[in-house]
């Protein structure tokens, strides 16, 4: 990080969170961050369920969710990122405040429920959507909505045609009930309803589902025969969690889903064991606790094709990515690796 990064760091730690998070999205949007643009590498080059990626690091789904930065987002060195919740219609979400940060744990609090423009709106952007890049989308429902299967189709209907994939989100813990559909039937019905939407679109966009982190193991490995059955193309683990383990910050009663370090070891374990359950036949994204090259590298080796992460860049800056993308390139070579793929999964045993 440097000396300018550090200082807009430390000036937005000083104000409401949410209030942080709409400057440091104005401040991509008008230029004020430098970005570095593509990193990439025959090493870092990668495949994501047929989606060519210039490196596994990913944004993950929360950040940008009205897709009002995609521009500046495609150029901040991510080998992919993902936007959204979209859901149906436009929605304002929990009243504030929302988000919680807890320094002493390098974690967040949200309990934001969705607030997004609606579909229409942010398809608008998806098709004005730079060239380069590869944009996903994560679909959401609408809280209020009759029939919550149907939105994640609706959304993937609006904005297919300008995605490079979709994520099925049944695992945020903000909108009541929504995890429930993590379960068999109504996992089965769900992505049967989003595919056949996805064959109907001009590209075949591949859809990742996205699971929870407070999953048992019967659990997980039913999500993943489920997941299998049903040819969808890779899950995303995990989203935030209930827990509150361990953690000293004074926000940790607040309500909403828990991001960053504490959430490190809990869901590489859940990526673990769902690698183990699919034999490694379907492409998992390892999301959760990142803000370091080895725990990026680490859910490489549990298991993950690609990682994605959010709260590691509230406290590391933007300038993490590349440390990342550049961290794992190191230890890709250092351990006799000439590519991503040839990493994943190798040290899956260590977490189960
Ligand atoms: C403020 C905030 C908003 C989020 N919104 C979404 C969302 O809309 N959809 C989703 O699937 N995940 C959402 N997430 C979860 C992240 O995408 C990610 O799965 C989780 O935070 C764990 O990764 P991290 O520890 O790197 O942040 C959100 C996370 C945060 C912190």
């Known amino acids: 990080m440097n000396r300018y990064e550090a200082f807009g760091l430390g000036l937005l ?7 942080a998070h709409g400057l440091s999205l104005m401040a ?24 060519d990626l210039p490196n596994p690091v990913g944004l993950a789904a929360g950040f940008d969710k009205n897709a009002t930065a995609l521009d500046p987002l495609t150029r901040a060195g991510f080998g992919f990122i ?15 405040p929302r988000l919680f940060r807890l320094p002493e744990d390098r974690a967040v609090i949200n309990r934001f429920g969705f607030n997004n423009e609606g579909a229409a709106a942010i398809a608008a952007r998806l098709a004005a959507r730079p060239e380069r890049g590869v944009i996903g989308l994560n679909l959401g429902a609408n809280k209020d909505s009759a029939n919550r299967a149907q939105d994640f189709a609706e959304v993937l209907a609006a904005t297919g ?25 109504a996992l089965e019905s769900l992505l049967a309803g989003v595919l056949e939407v996805r064959d109907g679109l001009p590209r075949r966009v ?16 039913e999500i993943g025969a489920v997941a299998l059955a049903a040819g969808i193309n890779g899950v995303i683990a995990t989203n935030t969690t209930l827990s509150r383990d361990g953690l000293g910050g004074a926000a940790r009663g607040e309500a909403g889903g828990l991001s960053g370090a504490p959430l490190f070891e809990r869901s ?23 803000s370091t090259p080895d725990q990026a590298y680490e859910k490489i080796l549990a298991g993950a094709s690609a990682v994605q992460l959010y709260t590691g860049l509230v406290f590391g800056g933007l300038s993490l990515v590349g440390e990342l993308v550049r961290g794992i390139e190191d230890r890709l070579l250092r351990d006799g690796f000439a590519t991503v793929a040839e990493a994943v999964g190798t040290g899956r045993e260590r977490w189960l």
């Open 82 to 96: 993902e936007v959204g919740a979209a859901t149906p219609r436009p929605q304002p979400g929990n009243p504030r």
């Open 268 to 290: 590489t374990r859940v990526l673990a064991r769902l690698s183990r359950a699919t034999e490694g036949r379907l492409p998992l994204i390892g999301v959760g606790g990142i």
């Open 13 to 19: 730690t000083r104000l409401d969170p949410e209030r």
């Open 28 to 51: 991509l949007r008008t230029g004020l961050v430098a970005l570095p643009g593509e990193i990439t590498s025959p090493r870092l080059r990668t495949s994501l369920a047929g989606i």
């Open 161 to 185: 045609r300008w995605i490079d994939f979709a994520t099925v989100n049944v695992s945020s813990p903000n909108t009541e009930k929504l995890r429930d559909l993590q379960g068999r039937a």
């Open 206 to 221: 591949p859809v990742f589902l996205k699971i929870a982190p407070d999953l048992t193991d019967d659990e997980i490995a």
